[in-house]
């Protein structure tokens, strides 16, 4: 925008008008980038969880009450997978029940055909054969923290 120190612009608006403009144009802009800063700052993980209070302690309290069953009839597999489920579960620190199933009636309960299986939270998370230990870190990681 120019600014003359004319009464009348060619375009038809005084100087005052277009001074008027210009400042309603900054204000707008101004309330747009206040926005956008306060937009970001609720997309921040860390102002969300102190906004909705969320803490560490939350999350653990959380994990605790999480339950990781190993389901398979007893067959090599089975026991691998189990030991591995509780070593990854000790490494990463999750305070997590683990527990094998070896009941067959309740290993059908969860549609389980070709075990092993591993269920968290009643909902079957990985079947048929023993995960590598690295994507077995990232399904229980997915599925317990949430």
Known sequence: ????????EPGGNTTHEKQFIFFSMTVAFAKTF???AKYKNEN???DRNKRYG????????????????????????CKTLDKLTREVVAEQGWNVT????????????????????LVVD???????GVPGREKLVEMLKTAIDG
Do not use: W
């Open 1 to 8: 925008m120019y600014f003359s120190t004319s009464k009348k």
């Open 34 to 36: 206040r926005n956008f």
């Open 44 to 46: 921040n993980p860390d």
């Open 54 to 77: 969320i803490t560490d302690q939350n999350r653990k309290d959380k994990m605790m009450n999480k339950e990781v069953k190993v389901l398979g009839p007893g067959c090599a597999k």
């Open 98 to 117: 683990v527990t094998k199933v070896e009941d067959i009636v309740e290993i059908m309960q969860y549609n389980v055909l070709a075990p092993p299986a």
């Open 122 to 128: 009643n909902q079957v998370i990985h079947k048929g």
